[in-house]
C-alpha cells in the first residue's frame, strides 16, 4: 500500500510532499516524490488520559466516534466502573476495547473508593493492583489522587506504589494545586504525570520536579489557555488529553479540536503535533505509529492544521474512518451491572422539622466546588424544597444495597418544577436526585432504578430517560444517539428553570466528596473541609 | 561492574580476551584487554521446555539448583499443577517463580485434562487459555499433545489454537513420530517446535516444515546422541531442553552438562550455545541477555567448556551464585493442595475371582509403554498378588473426590516383598500404588494420603515417606534434600527386590493412558490401544 501527501515529519521537524509505504501493518518506506495531493499526512492523535465512562458508551463506541477526529490511541483510566463493579468491570473494558482497532492503554485504578465515607461498589487494593498490573493490556498505575496518602506514607498507598515500582510501569498523578515540600515528596514517590495543573506556575514547578504536564481541556474542566505556553517552554515535557468527554463534546471533536486551536494561536507545528502524538506514544509505551520506516501504519489525513478535518484514519496500515463514515462497527455487548436496589416511597424523602435552621449546599455553575449557606426551615412538621428561594430537595440512593435514602437541600438549581436524577454521580454512582416535588423526585429516582442506571428527567406534563445499562454508567448506543437524548435532556431540564450549563454534570459532583465545601453521600451530608459527616439541621 | 576472562562472542563467533562493564543490570561496553582470569565467560544457558514439577521442588527451589549449573533463563509448562488445581495452580507457580532472579518463561497448558477416562482435578478450556495469555508471565500455549485433535479440527484444540494465534504467541508442539500429511496439517496450525523427535529423519521432516527442534535429554527420555548432528546441519533451529528433570539429576546437573558433552562430541562450541541460549532467547522472547552492549548482563563464568564446571552465574548484573553458594533463597510458600480422599480400607482392594483369565499389564525398565499379557487366575476365590511370578497388585486412588480404588495386577515390578505408592502419577496425579501384601498397598497410599501428597515405601520392617504437600506432587525443601529422600525410598524398593532403575518413575507412568498399550486409570484398565477400558477379567 502507498499513500501520498504533505508528510508531517515530527522528528526532522519539515513538511514534504512524500509518499508513505506500508505493508501487514508496517511503514516499508518513505520518500520524497514530485506531486501528491494537497493533504496533510501526519501520525495518529493520542489522548494521554480520558475516562472514557464520562462520554456515557462503551470503549467501542467511544472508537467508533473518536477515530472520526484522527484518534488512534487513547490512555484510559478505567476509574469510574472500577467503583461500580471493581475487577469485573475493568475486565468488561478491557475485553470491549480489544474488538476494536483503536490502540486503548489502560491503567490499574490506584484510589478505589475514593473516600471510606460513601457506599461503593467495589474496593481495589493492593492485591487487586498487583493482579491488574499483570495483565498484558494494563500498562500503569493510574491517577493517584489520595496525594495526602503519597505524603504521609499511608500504608495502602505506599503499599500500591511499591507494587507499580516493582512492575516497571509508570505511574499517573493528580495533584491539583499541590506545591513546595509536599510536591517534592509526591514526585519523588515515583509519581511522572500530572493532568491537574490550572496555573503555568503550578506547571512549571511540576516540571522542575520531574514530572511530566497533561494539558488538559475537556467537559469538566479546561486548562489549556493556562499551559499552551508549556508547547514553547518544554515542548517534550506536555501532553493533550481531555480527562473527561461527555458524549456531545466527543460527538463534535476530540484531540483535533485542541490541535486546531493552538495552530491558530500560532504555537509550532511539530510540537503542538508531538504534545498530541509523540509524547504519549514514549511516555506510556503505546506502541503507536510516528510515521518513520518500522513503525506501526497509523496515521491520518487532514485537510489543513488550522480546521484539522479528519478526512482518513489508518491504523495498522488498515483505513478505519473514511472521511465520513467509520470503517468498523462496535460490537455486541454482553452486559453487565451491579444494581442491587428497590423504588424509594415519598415517605422515605420526607424531612421532618428538626431544628430553627439547616445547612443548605450552594452550587456553581460549571464548578466541582460547592458552599454552604445556613437557612431557617420555617415553622411547618415537614421541610419542603422552596422554589422561590432556590432551596430543593436533593436525595441519594445507594444502589449497591437497599438503604434508605439521604436527604438535604442544595441551591444553584432554579427548578421551577419537576426533578431530575442521574446514577452518574462521582465516584461512587449511586443515584442522585433533585426536584421540587417529592413525588417527581421519587418518580425520577425510580425510572432510574427500573432502567438499571440512567438519566431521567420528570415534569409535572412529561418525563424523559436516557437509559445507562452497562454498569449504570454506559450505554452501548453509538455516541451521537447519546449525545442526543443528553442534550434532549438537559434542555428539558433547562425548561424547568434550571439556569446551569450543565445541570447532570453539575448534579453529578454533589454526591464528590473529596471536592469541599458541602457534599451528600449516600451516608448523609458531608462537610469536605472538616472531612466529616454534618447534621442537616444546623441548630 | 567489570569482569573480565575469555569472552565467548556467540555474535561474532570468537573467543577473545576481553572485559565486560555493566551498569544497572544492561551490559555497557565489551572491550578486548591484554590479560584477564583464565576463566571462560558466556551467556547463561537456557532450559528451553521443562515441567518443573517433574523435579518435585517449587520453581523457586528449582531456581536455587539450577544457577549452580548456569542456567539463567526456564521456558516451563505448569502442566502437571495444572492437571492438579487449574489456574490456582498455575498462579502459584508465576508467584513463587517470580520470587527468585531466574528468568521464567511460562506457558498456558494446551491440554487439561489430558484425557477423558481419569479423574483430573481441573480443566483448561479456552476462556482459561485465553485469560492466562493474558497475564505478562505467560507468553506461549505450551506443548499441544492432541495432534489427533489438531489434525481433524477438534473444536476444542481448534478454539485454543485460534485463542494463541490472536495473542501472538508462540505454540509449543509435541507430536511424537507424527509425520507425511499429518504433520503437514500439524505444521500448518503454526504449531512452531517439538521436544519429541527420537531419530534424525523424525526430526528433519518435522524442520522441513519450518518447525524448531528442542533436542531432549532429561530424566524420562534421552535424544541427545540420536540429534546431535542437528547441531552442524541447523545450528540455528535447534534448542536443548531436560522436560522433565528428576531431583537427583537436577543436583548433579543441567543443561550444562549436555553442553559439555556436546563440546566432548567435537561439535562446533558457538553452535552448541546457540542452541543452550540464542535460539530459545529469540524464539520464545525471553529476554535474557547473551552477550552483547545493551542486553541484559547475564553471563556465566566457567572453567572450560569441556567440563562446564560453573564457577559464577550472573542475572541483571547480580551475581547469584559464587561457585560455592547460590546467593538467593527460594522463600517462604504459602501452601497450595487438592486432596479430597479419605483412607483406604483392605476389603477395598480384595478382587474376587471372576473369570478363569485375567489381563496383566507388563511394565518394562525405562519405558512409557507398556504390554499386556493373558495369565489364569487359579482357583481362589480372591486374586492375590503372585510375587513368585512377578504379578503384583496395581492400584489407582482417585484424591479429588472420596471414590473407590480402581485394581488391576502388573508385572514388571519384580517387589518380592512390601508396597509403594506415589502421588506422582502422570496426567492427573492420583495415588497410584503397587505390592505385594493388600496390607502393605493399604498402607502405602495411606501414608501418602495423610500427607496430602508424597512417596511411600512400606516393607515388612520399615516404612519410609518422602512429603509432597505442594499441590500433592512438589516439595518446598531445597533440590538437595528431595534427592536423598528420592534416592532412598528407590534404594528400599531395590531392597525389596525391584530390579528397575527407577520405580517411582516407571510407576508414575502407569496412569498415564495416552501411552498404550495397557494401564490402569481411577475409573479402571485402559487399552491405549483401542482408547477404551476393559474389564480385568478376560474370560
Given at each position: ?110 484510589c478505589v473508593p475514593a473516600t471510606s465515607f460513601e457506599s461503593s461498589g467495589a474496593v481495589i487494593g493492593p492485591e487487586e493492583v498487583r493482579k491488574l498490573l499483570l495483565d498484558k493490556r494494563i500498562n500503569y498505575l493510574a491517577e493517584m489522587m ?175 474512518f473514511d472521511g465520513s463514515r467509520t470503517l468498523f462497527d462496535a460490537g455486541i455487548v454482553s452486559k453487565i451491572n451491579k444494581f442491587n436496589c428497590n423504588h424509594i416511597l415519598t415517605d422515605e424523602i420526607e424531612v421532618k422539622n428538626g431544628g ?184
Amino acid at each position: 500500500m502507498k499513500i501520498s501527501g504533505k508528510i508531517v515529519d515530527l522528528h526532522k521537524r519539515k513538511i514534504y510532499t512524500g509518499e508513505i509505504s506500508f505493508m501487514g501493518g508496517t511503514i516499508t518506506a518513505i520518500k520524497e516524490v514530485e506531486s501528491a495531493p494537497d493533504l496533510f499526512i501526519m501520525p495518529g492523535l493520542t489522548d494521554a488520559h480520558v475516562h472514557i465512562e464520562s462520554s456515557m458508551v462503551t470503549p467501542s463506541q467511544f472508537a467508533v466516534a473518536a477515530v472520526r477526529h484522527g484518534t488512534v490511541a487513547v490512555v484510559s483510566d478505567p476509574h469510574e466502573i472500577a467503583n461500580v463493579m471493581g475487577v469485573e468491570g475493568i475486565n468488561f473494558m478491557l475485553d470491549n476495547a480489544a474488538s476494536v482497532p483503536v490502540k486503548f492503554s489502560f491503567g490499574a485504578p490506584s484510589c478505589v473508593p475514593a473516600t471510606s465515607f460513601e457506599s461503593s461498589g467495589a474496593v481495589i487494593g493492593p492485591e487487586e493492583v498487583r493482579k491488574l498490573l499483570l495483565d498484558k493490556r494494563i500498562n500503569y498505575l493510574a491517577e493517584m489522587m489520595n496525594f495526602p496518602g503519597v505524603i504521609y506514607g499511608d500504608e495502602v498507598v505506599t503499599a500500591k506504589l511499591k507494587i507499580a515500582h516493582n512492575a516497571g510501569v509508570v505511574i499517573d498523578g493528580h495533584a491539583p494545586g499541590l506545591t513546595g515540600g509536599d510536591l517534592v515528596k509526591y514526585a519523588a514517590a515515583g509519581i511522572s504525570t500530572d493532568h491537574e495543573c490550572s496555573t503555568i506556575e503550578e506547571a512549571l514547578e511540576k516540571i522542575s520536579l520531574g514530572m511530566n504536564i497533561l494539558i488538559r481541556e475537556g467537559s469538566a474542566a479546561k486548562n489549556l489557555n493556562a499551559l499552551a505556553s508549556l508547547l514553547e517552554s518544554h515542548p517534550d515535557r506536555v501532553m493533550l488529553c481531555s480527562d473527561d468527554l461527555h458524549p456531545e463534546m466527543l460527538e463534535r471533536g476530540h484531540i483535533n479540536l485542541l490541535v486546531a486551536r493552538l495552530v491558530n494561536k500560532e504555537y509550532d507545528l511539530f510540537n503542538i503535533l508531538r504534545a498530541a502524538s509523540v509524547n504519549a506514544a514514549v511516555h506510556y509505551s503505546l506502541g503507536s505509529g510516528l510515521l518513520r520506516v518500522g513503525d506501526k501504519a497509523d496515521f491520518i489525513v487532514v485537510d489543513d492544521p488550522g480546521s484539522m478535518k479528519v478526512m482518513q484514519t489508518w491504523i495498522d496500515g488498515i483505513m478505519v474512518f473514511d472521511g465520513s463514515r467509520t470503517l468498523f462497527d462496535a460490537g455486541i455487548v454482553s452486559k453487565i451491572n451491579k444494581f442491587n436496589c428497590n423504588h424509594i416511597l415519598t415517605d422515605e424523602i420526607e424531612v421532618k422539622n428538626g431544628g430553627a435552621t439547616m445547612r443548605v449546599i450552594t452550587a456553581q455553575n460549571g464548578e466541582l466546588l460547592t458552599g454552604s449557606v445556613i437557612v431557617e426551615t420555617g415553622n411547618e412538621p415537614l421541610v419542603h424544597s422552596r422554589p422561590d428561594e432556590d432551596i430543593l430537595k436533593i436525595v441519594v440512593k445507594e444502589r449497591y444495597n437497599d438503604a434508605p435514602p439521604s436527604i438535604g437541600f442544595i441551591r444553584g438549581f432554579r427548578l421551577k418544577q419537576g426533578a431530575m436524577a442521574t446514577s452518574v454521580a462521582h465516584d461512587s454512582h449511586n443515584i442522585i436526585a433533585v426536584g421540587v416535588s417529592d413525588e417527581d423526585i421519587v418518580k425520577a429516582v425510580n425510572m432510574v432504578v427500573d432502567a438499571g442506571g440512567g438519566m431521567a428527567v420528570v415534569s409535572e406534563q412529561d418525563s424523559e430517560l436516557l437509559p445507562l445499562p452497562v454498569a449504570g454508567i454506559m450505554s452501548d448506543m453509538p455516541v451521537s444517539a447519546i449525545a442526543e437524548s443528553y442534550l434532549r435532556l438537559t434542555e428539558a431540564v433547562k425548561r424547568q428553570g434550571s439556569s446551569l450549563d450543565a445541570p447532570f454534570m453539575t448534579l453529578s459532583f454533589m454526591a464528590l466528596l473529596v471536592i469541599p465545601e458541602l457534599k451528600l453521600s449516600d451516608k448523609g451530608l458531608f462537610d469536605g473541609k472538616s472531612f466529616r459527616f454534618v447534621p442537616l439541621f444546623a441548630e
